[in-house]
């Protein structure tokens, strides 16, 4: 079973054998690096379980049900690679967060809101999801490109939420009517994938990009996937893209989910 160094120690292992390779592997090309910048608009799903302090048995709640609005995370991605090999690292940075009252969608210990009982919450969610790893350029000719990817990814969030129960609250333990829990999360998980672009046309300038990866290490199981179209200048590319980013955490822990969803545009700029 891996530990919670397993993934990061693989994923650094492996640009060290890539930079380490003998000469003759990696011919005379000269290094080549490409750096974009994006704007994410993801809906944030997921369910967490926030313990309560004292007596209370805790509260759970979906995220997508109360984030109806200040959804942004800045995005970021750089990547050197010299003849078939190369190396890239991808940042998300995401600091969101909303309230909402006449709020039901949550369960107090277990058990759903009794009727009559409603709840003001305010919620917050901030955090980074740091990917890094190495690539390999399959020969799959002049339209398309296609790399083999093996690396790590970071999930490090803290989550924090506030909520006062009134109503018929008489159902609801004394502990448990108003409270503020936070719960924080840092996983390692080692992942493989593939991602390139397809040449769209005869000109070349219109192409598809695309992404995926799998994985798993401290949560059960990570994936996500990217797909967009986008255009070339001299300078580089702008990309429209859409974006998943799944987890499945390990049972009993905190977070029990967590998932991003939405669109993307970035700048990509290559020399």
């Not at 003849?83 to 940042?91: E, K, M, P, S």
């Not at 003001?120 to 799959?140: E, F, N, Q």
């Not at 990217?226 to 429209?240: E, H, L, Q, R, T």
């Amino acid at each position: 079973m891996l530990n919670r160094k397993t993934p990061l120690a693989a994923a650094l292992a492996l640009p060290m054998a890539l930079l380490a390779l003998p000469a003759h592997a990696q011919g005379a090309d000269p290094w080549r690096f490409q750096a974009s910048v994006y704007v994410y608009l993801p809906t944030i799903s997921g369910t967490t379980a926030f313990p309560q302090n004292g007596a209370g048995s805790g509260v759970s709640v979906d995220a997508d049900t109360i984030l109806d609005n200040l959804k942004f995370t800045f995005m970021g991605s750089f990547e050197a690679r010299r003849g078939a090999w190369g190396l890239f690292t991808d940042v998300v940075y995401m600091d969101v967060g909303d309230s909402k009252s006449d709020y039901r969608e949550f369960t107090v210990g277990g058990v759903p809101l009794p009727g009559g009982a409603n709840a003001h919450v305010d919620y917050d969610l901030k955090g980074w999801v740091w990917t890094l790893g190495g690539t390999w350029a399959m020969p799959v000719g002049p339209a398309a490109t296609l790399d083999l990817l093996a690396g790590a990814r970071l999930l490090d969030v803290e989550q924090t939420l506030g909520w006062d129960i009134t109503g018929n609250v008489g159902a609801v333990p004394l502990p448990e009517r108003a409270g503020t829990s936070k719960v924080g999360l840092s996983n390692w998980d080692a992942i493989v994938g593939l991602k390139g672009r397809l040449a769209l046309g005869s000109g070349g300038q219109w192409f598809a990009p695309y992404y995926a990866d799998i994985g798993a290490g401290d949560s059960d199981l990570t994936w996500q996937v990217m797909g967009g179209i986008g255009y070339s200048f001299k300078w580089g590319d702008v990309v429209a893209a859409w974006r998943y980013l799944d987890y499945d955490m390990k049972s009993g822990d905190k977070v029990q989910s967590l998932n991003f969803n939405g669109p993307a545009i970035s700048a990509v700029f290559r020399w």
